[in-house]
């Protein structure tokens, strides 16, 4: 679930929305809800199955968060770039802009 919130939301928000901050908040919002979602769904999951719990009784999942912390890293990564993205390529656009207004005379 966390997996596929950050694949398809995490790029585009952060090359959609001008503000970095309202793009990083906006994934960390998303992406909280899909972990909670998540290990919900997996903790209801271990009670209803006795047999082949998801998370063993008594142990600590560590490997899922490790897991989960690493999404989250790659996440801000690809709000990151989407951004960066979108700052490189409207900085190329008004240098296209300036030189078409000028009629070529600043590059010579």
């Known amino acids: 679930m966390i997996a596929i919130v950050t694949a398809l939301g995490a790029f585009w928000l ?3 929305l001008r503000s ?3 793009a990083h908040l906006s994934y960390a919002v998303a992406y909280l ?3 909670v979602f998540q290990t919900l769904y997996l903790r ?3 009670f209803d199955d006795v047999n082949d719990p998801v998370f063993a009784p008594g142990s600590f999942p560590l490997e ?3 897991v989960t912390l690493g999404i989250l890293v790659i ?3 690809l709000v ?3 951004h960066r993205l979108r700052t490189r390529l409207r900085h190329r656009r ?3 802009e300036e030189r078409a207004t000028d009629g070529g005379l600043a590059a010579a």
């Open 20 to 22: 970095r901050l309202a």
């Open 80 to 82: 990151e770039a989407g």
């Open 44 to 46: 209801l999951a271990s």
């Open 75 to 77: 996440g801000f990564a």
């Open 33 to 35: 809800w899909a972990f």
């Open 94 to 96: 008004s240098i296209r």
């Open 64 to 66: 899922h968060g490790l």
């Open 14 to 16: 952060g090359y959609l």
